[in-house]
């Protein structure tokens, strides 16, 4: 079984020098903020642009990190970006269920996903190996895609954002969602067979790429 990725060079000199008591927690986390914000970015639901923005969920997993930093040193249960990367998917959740509740999460609601990843995953479900024709555009197709992700459980949204999206290994997909690998990649398989049902629902088929 493969280990997830480790963290950079940088990054362990970094939390070594938090353990020998130098201040040293914002420029470590610095390093982080760009990938934070992006995998944030990913899920932000479109009901919390009015009270809240990326950024905002961004800053409440510094906090928190910062305040369980010694936690993490005490026990290093995973490398720190993923930890990191763990965090600020719990702050999204809780600002999620403070503004808009746990269960009225909008179904279809289209999520910010970039088109070419989305028209890449439906050539892939949909067993294409070409491009979309005249008859499905590539934006018109990474909408349908955008709109499908959306409506799927919570758990194989993630799995699929997680995998397709942000490119994580299954290891490291285990670590954020405190599963198995194993359970990840099952997971994912039934998460791609829910998307194509979605997108054949849709009208979409291979003879339309």
């Not at 963290?7 to 130098?22: H, Y």
């Not at 905002?56 to 249960?77: I, S, Y």
């Not at 070419?116 to 018109?140: I, N, R």
């Not at 791609?192 to 997108?199: A, E, N």
Request: with cysteine; net charge positive.
């Amino acid at each position: 079984m493969h280990e997830p990725k480790p963290d950079s060079g940088e990054t362990l000199r970094l939390l070594e020098r938090i353990r020998d008591g130098s201040p040293a927690f914002d420029e470590l986390f610095q390093r982080h903020r760009g990938s934070l914000r992006r995998a944030v970015a990913l899920r932000f639901d479109p009901a919390l642009r009015a009270r809240a923005d990326p950024s905002d969920v961004v800053q409440e997993a510094q906090m928190e990190a910062f305040r369980r930093l010694p936690d993490f040193l005490a026990r290093e249960p995973m490398p720190f970006h993923l930890w990191l990367r763990k965090t600020a998917q719990e702050r999204l959740i809780m600002m999620r269920r403070k503004h808009i509740g746990a269960s009225r999460r909008t179904v279809g609601q289209e999520l910010a996903l970039p088109n070419h990843s989305s028209v890449m995953l439906a050539q892939h479900v949909l067993a294409s190996s070409g491009s979309p024709s005249k008859l499905v555009t590539q934006e018109e197709l990474a909408r349908r895609v955008r709109q499908a992700i959306g409506k799927l459980p919570d758990t194989d949204r993630e799995i699929l954002l997680m995998r397709t999206y942000e490119g994580l290994a299954y290891d490291e997909i285990s670590c954020v969602l405190e599963i198995e690998p194993a359970t990840a990649r099952k997971r994912y398989g039934r998460a791609l067979i829910r998307l194509q049902k979605l997108l054949t629902q849709d009208g979409l088929s291979e003879s339309q790429l």
